[in-house]
């Protein structure tokens, strides 16, 4: 038994909770008319999922509810419960009992549960679907309708016949792989929409990639350049500066100490020479010793004028390349915070040392980097130009008479040293006993010329040095400002010669300065082609293409996975429809039989067959179009279902020709031959027999009989013979409250209280 329970609350005529149980293959419904016996029909009806309130005798869902009477109220609410035996697992769910609730409100609004849990209607469809439960209700035959198959169209019988052989569960999955492949087609053409909108952005920017590409080929190269030449002048710079430095140390401390070791013994000299002669030899000293100090001067005062003309020189070689590069352009931030951060530096540094002379050389090395930023940063006009050309003439009228400065004073050092060694000589004939103390003094005046000579030698160097460093540290803030973090890798940097082997600090500072020289060149062409490619917002644009790259391939694999899609739910609607032929065709020949074998049995003789016909589909000319278009190809017909009936003994054939008698006979045997082919769990018949006379009503009888052997039947009926047939029996009587209510009586049990 399939059927075990069903619970009816506030569902038409029932107000109250009334509950029916089939214990039986055969139940019987009887009652006077209006009673409500037919409510129990469409009870069943309303909680398997039916959604026409027209074929539940109603206009609208509030008419499904009790509406109240003199002496009770009408009520909210109406459900019906009804509870399905599981235990052989018809229904593809994991419980021994499948019940199924539906309540509608006053509202109108719908409640579906399985086993308590809310779902939705499609669950119920699709869970009923699988025990041969459809929707067309072939399992349920209300009063009225018995011939409603008779009545259906060739289209109609076939959807009837279908659900009749359980192939809904297949309409179900072609449906839902049609609404699923219309969504797919849907989304396929909306990638494809983004796609073509992303197509000319994504092509401008490859166009832009294509550039940047050739701007940080440009970096690396100028990144690898810069970091060899600030290597190789860092290595440069440091250790000729700690040789100078430690070559200086030496030479200062035995200067000091051979002044020394000469005073005294110019003290001692004094003692021991007359006044006259000792005046004459130490104003020859002091001599030698103005004119080497006018030398000295003039000669730094000649290596500043040279530093200025180099610097100034290199200025207006800058202003003329960002004349052509930069001209009009607004000064960048961190330009200028990177300007202030390093003057910032050099004035802490300078006021930490606290020299007059290092502070002044810092003041015009400020004022000198500060016109050089405006002029890089602004652009040189023809007037600044001019300006710096005349400062660099003058400074170079100026060199030409420091250079005869130099000259002149050098030729009177030596003729002052002439003098002074002519005058020393004359000591030397004249002492020919040689005094101790003259010969130390011109042996330290020696000493301290030729360690002044040295100490001279050693500042030029390191004069020069510093120009070198301060151009350096000049390269390396153009460096920041173009490469960024990536400058410093040159602290970290190996340089390797041409055989890719690294080279020593020795060989480094050996190499010539020319060579340096050209790696400076080569890194002013860079910079210049890198500001004509410009570099600015190379990350913004890397970003957003690699986003766009991304995007768009993301919805090429999405298209892939759509079309893959389309082609699979094809397949499948193919298959479910030549599954559907497949078992439909059987299906017909197995009903056909049985129909003819019913028909014969009603009528004493007589033949009945199925046949099938083609009918047209109702297909826009548009989705056909579309179909058509995607490789779809729709059938141009579908197979429907019309009936030929032969009576004995009669020359009809239309079932239009039967009588109301022999429609119901017809269609009574229909009925049965579906239900016989592919039995339902279940069938309701309400008030089929009604038309039969006594005879037929004992075949109709027999056949119930042997129907119940497959379905349990319940019977809504008037008839005697029908009820003779039932094991349990219920009665539905009403009271002046309007009420329907239910009396049961077990048939065999009563037959044995009877005897």
């Not at 569902?11 to 139940?27: N, V, Y």
């Not at 069943?44 to 009770?72: H, P």
């Not at 259906?152 to 839902?176: S, V």
């Not at 009576?647 to 031959?673: D, H």
């Amino acid at each position: 038994m399939y059927l075990k329970e069903l619970t009816i609350n506030g569902f038409k005529s029932f107000a109250k909770k009334s509950e029916l149980g089939f214990s039986s293959s055969i139940t019987a419904i009887v009652g006077p008319n209006g009673s409500g016996k037919s409510n129990v029909a469409e009870s069943f009806r309303f909680v398997l999922g039916e959604q026409s309130v027209k074929s539940m005798r109603g206009k609208r869902g509030e008419d499904l509810i009790w509406g109240g009477s003199s002496e009770v109220a009408r009520g909210n609410r109406a459900s019906v419960v009804v509870t399905l035996d599981n235990t052989n697992r018809v229904f593809p769910v994991d419980f021994t009992e499948v019940v199924i609730e539906r309540v509608v409100h006053r509202d109108g609004q719908n409640d579906y549960l399985l086993n308590d849990s809310v779902v939705r209607l499609k669950d119920i469809q699709e869970l009923l679907a699988s025990a041969n439960i459809g929707s067309t209700g072939h399992h349920i035959i209300s009063q009225g309708e018995a011939d409603r198959i008779l009545l259906a169209n060739a289209k109609e019988r076939r959807e009837m016949i279908e659900d009749a052989l359980g192939l809904k569960i297949y309409q179900y999955k072609k449906q839902e792989s049609e609404r699923k492949l219309q969504k797919t087609e849907e989304n396929v053409a909306q990638v494809e929409s983004l796609r073509r909108e992303v197509a000319p952005h994504l092509k401008y920017l490859e166009k832009q990639i294509q550039k940047i590409e050739k701007s940080l080929q440009l970096q690396e190269q100028l990144k690898i350049t810069y970091a060899e030449y600030l290597k190789r002048e860092d290595v440069y710079i440091a250790y000729h500066h700690d040789r100078l430095l430690a070559e200086k140390r030496g030479p200062e401390g035995q200067l000091k100490l051979v002044k020394q070791s000469l005073e005294e013994a110019k003290i001692q000299l004094r003692k021991s020479e007359a006044k006259q002669e000792a005046d004459v030899l130490l104003e020859a000293e002091e001599a030698v010793q103005l004119v080497a100090k006018a030398r000295q001067l003039a000669e730094r005062e000649q290596s500043k004028c040279e530093g200025q003309i180099a610097l100034l020189q290199r200025r207006l070689e800058e202003q003329e390349r960002r004349n052509k590069l930069t001209s009009g352009k607004a000064i960048p931030y961190h330009d200028m915070k990177s300007l202030i951060v390093s003057l910032e530096q050099q004035v802490e540094k300078a006021m930490a040392r606290d020299e007059v002379t290092y502070l002044q050389r810092t003041l015009s090395d400020i004022i000198h980097r500060l016109k050089l930023f405006l002029e890089r940063s602004e652009g040189v006009s023809d007037v600044g130009v001019k300006i710096d050309k005349e400062e660099m003439e003058k400074l170079i009228i100026e060199l030409k008479a420091l250079v005869k400065r130099v000259e002149v004073a050098t030729a009177d050092e030596t003729k002052a040293r002439q003098v002074y060694d002519e005058i020393a000589q004359k000591r030397v004939q004249e002492a020919t006993d040689g005094r101790e103390a003259e010969r130390a003094v011109f042996r330290f005046v020696g000493e301290v010329r030729e360690l002044e000579t040295k100490l001279e030698r050693i500042d030029r160097e390191l004069s020069i040095l510093e120009r070198d460093r301060a151009e350096f540290k000049q390269e390396l803030q153009e460096a920041v400002a173009l490469l960024g973090r990536a400058s410093s890798d040159y602290y970290t940097y190996e340089v390797k010669n041409a055989d890719g082997q690294i080279v020593s600090e020795v060989e480094v500072v050996e190499e010539p300065r020319d060579a340096q020289r050209t790696r400076r060149h080569e890194l002013e062409k860079l910079k210049i082609r890198l500001e004509e490619l410009g570099i600015g917002t190379i990350e913004d644009v890397i970003k957003e293409y690699k986003d766009a790259k991304e995007r768009d391939e993301f919805l090429a694999h999405e298209l892939d996975d759509l079309t893959s899609s389309i082609t699979k739910l094809r397949e499948l609607i193919t298959e479910l429809e030549m599954k559907l032929d497949e078992q439909f065709g059987a299906g017909i020949e197995k009903i056909s039989s049985e129909f003819n074998h019913f028909f014969t049995l009603m009528f004493g003789g007589g033949e009945a067959e199925l046949l099938r016909v083609a009918t047209k589909i109702e297909e826009s000319e548009e989705d056909e179009e579309n179909k058509k278009e995607n490789g779809f190809i729709p059938k141009s017909s579908k197979d429907g279902i019309e009936l030929s009936v032969k009576l004995p003994n009669k020359q009809v054939r239309g079932l239009e020709m039967l009588s109301g008698g022999e429609r119901a006979l017809t269609s009574i045997a229909l009925i049965f031959a579906m239900s016989q082919v592919n039995p339902p769990p279940f069938i309701i018949l309400d008030e089929t027999d009604a038309a039969l006379d006594e005879a037929n009503s004992r075949r109709y009888g027999d056949m119930i009989e042997a129907l119940s052997a497959k379905s349990q039947l319940i019977l809504i009926t008037h008839n005697r013979e029908t009820m003779s047939r039932a094991g349990i029996l219920y009665g539905v009587t009403m009271g002046g409250d309007g009420i329907s209510k239910l009396l049961s009586v077990k048939l065999d049990e009563a037959v044995a209280v009877a005897k």
